[in-house]
């Protein structure tokens, strides 16, 4: 939209649209970048997981994770957040979705201690936060948990939900972490107790199919893959948020799309991890929506997302153009991950109109090379090409959000310190 003024209520969401004329704050306004799927603290392990030691699977990696898992305090997870979140603010993410597993304190008791760190993190950031608090049962079929998962168990539903209510934002959104890690039927009752205490628009978001292994694993124990499985649950509607869905079969991501699931994806992840290719075009063509997550957060920008997701479609098909036919890729794809992201949250934003919280993207193409007479050439380049500093100036439900270095000098040093010993203690 052009000549556009919002007009905001006293909590920051847009309440009319109304015509107007310069002075402008900005030349052109996205809605803000929601981030479905993010897990902060993975962003410590950013340049650790490289060597042969960790290099060689998802699996080995994993074990770098849980090391990271089993140390960090709350204060350290605050740090790490931080920095995490700044990234993501950044990269153009005005709200994330925390994937939360990080349950029990070092003496082993359910605490939301490390959850509100979390919280603190984001305050400081300015983004605006939603915990996932994810179930986690088990090390995965007839396995018990064991070692840094440890700290994830939650073996008794009804204590969970009351630590889940405990958290702040609480009731968004619940997690099951996987069907390696929780029981399917124990999974279907979860959800529904959860919905029974937070109301029937709980999210629920799960990660699935994102490692053969897994699948096989799921296969083996009930007879199909994870997405049918949680189909013949009745856990697939558009309430349900499937991160990865990489080795779902035709079939399942056709019953993704017809139940209106949506499915996040979150490519640079999935990229560094050597998971594999979602085919996202086919997906689009039967119906299907996806969101977008950060997910490791090694590198933190929105546009990065995308155009990874755009360019693995073009290196499979040896064609171009591939996720949406233009004019206008960068924009149709961008409108497309922040309103299902927000969906995925169940949270009021995502789109510029009333009702949804002002959180705008405001580009300024002066600090690019890219000509901007054609606002879609412009944004199609800042996909393509460096967005240099255009992206500089995002709201969060109406105010700017600066870089936090600006802001809070000490506590971003602070946090910056805090984050490097804890990657040079990892590293050794
Ligand atoms: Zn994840």
């Known amino acids: 939209m052009t000549d556009t003024a919002l007009v905001l209520d006293g909590t920051g969401r847009i309440v009319a649209l109304e015509p107007a004329g310069p002075p402008w704050d900005g030349w052109c306004a996205l809605p803000a970048m929601v981030d479905g799927h993010s897990h902060a603290f993975h962003r410590l392990l950013t340049g650790l997981g490289e060597r042969a030691a960790a290099a060689g699977s998802f699996w080995s990696w994993r074990a770098l994770m849980y090391r990271a898992a089993a140390r960090l305090t709350p204060e350290d997870l605050e740090a790490v957040a931080t920095v995490a979140y700044e990234a993501l603010r950044a990269g153009g993410y005005a709200s994330v979705g925390e994937f939360h597993y990080l349950h029990r304190d070092a003496a082993g008791a359910l605490s939301p201690a490390a959850a509100r760190a979390l919280a603190r993190a984001a305050e400081r950031v300015g983004v605006r936060l939603v ?3 994810a179930l986690y049962q088990r090390g995965g079929y007839g396995r018990a948990a064991e070692g840094a998962q440890e700290r994830f168990l939650t073996p008794e539903i009804d204590p969970f939900l009351d630590y889940a209510a405990a958290l ?3 009731g968004r959104a619940v997690a099951v972490h996987s069907l390696r890690a929780v029981d399917p039927a124990v999974a279907a009752d979860f959800v529904a107790r959860a919905r029974a205490r937070f109301g029937a628009d709980c999210r629920l978001h799960i990660h699935a199919a994102e490692q053969h292994s897994e699948v096989e694993e799921v296969r083996r124990h009930e007879g199909r893959g994870p997405l049918a499985v949680l189909d013949a649950l009745g856990l697939l509607d558009p309430r349900t948020a499937v991160v990865h869905a990489t080795h779902a079969s035709a079939e ?3 019953l993704l799309a017809r139940r209106g699931a949506r499915l996040v994806l979150c490519p640079q992840t999935e990229a560094y991890l050597g998971d594999g290719l979602f085919p996202l075009r ?13 997910d ?3 590198r933190a920008g929105a546009l990065d997302e995308l155009r990874l997701l755009e360019y693995e479609a073009r290196l499979v098909d040896g064609k171009r153009v591939r996720l949406d036919p233009g004019p206008g890729l960068a924009r ?9 992201g927000a969906h995925v949250l169940a949270l009021p934003a995502g789109e510029i109109r009333p009702g949804c919280f002002a959180d705008l993207l405001v580009l300024d193409p002066s600090e690019t090379p890219w000509s901007a007479a054609d606002p879609d050439v412009f944004l199609d380049a800042c996909l ?4 240099g500093e255009a992206l500089a100036s995002l709201y969060v439900a109406g105010e700017r959000r600066p870089p936090l270095a600006a802001r809070d000098p000490v506590g971003w040093n602070a946090a910056l ?11 050794s």
Do not use: K, V, Y
Request: proline share 6%; aromatic share 8%.
């Open 296 to 298: 490791a957060n090694t």
């Open 332 to 340: 149709a794809l961008w409108t497309r991950g922040a309103r299902e």
């Open 131 to 133: 915990l996932i608090p």
């Open 417 to 427: 310190a805090r984050f490097r010993r804890l990657q040079e203690e990892l590293a």
């Open 252 to 254: 399942e991501r056709a």
């Open 168 to 170: 702040p934002e609480a």
């Open 282 to 294: 086919s997906f689009q063509e039967e119906g299907g929506r996806w969101a977008i997550g950060s």
């Open 384 to 387: 393509l090409g460096d967005p």
